[in-house]
């Protein structure tokens, strides 16, 4: 289940950070720092996201 969990983590943190980058820069936030924030926030609010999809999926099989 970990590989899988990983594999989704790849797909799910990229994602998750661009949303969080295209929220930051729409909330008038344009510099370096708050951009960096957003984009840590996005890839660490993917790791519990990918490991609960990945038991999901482990589950039905």
Request: charged content about 5%; aromatic content about 6%.
């Amino acid at each position: 289940m970990l590989r899988l969990a990983l594999v989704i983590y790849i797909l799910a943190g990229v994602t998750l950070a661009g949303i969080f980058m295209i929220a930051a820069l729409t909330a008038g936030y344009d510099t370096l720092n708050p951009i960096l924030i957003a984009v840590a926030a996005g890839a660490i609010a993917a790791m519990p996201i990918s490991w609960m999809v990945a038991r999901a999926l482990s589950s039905d099989t």
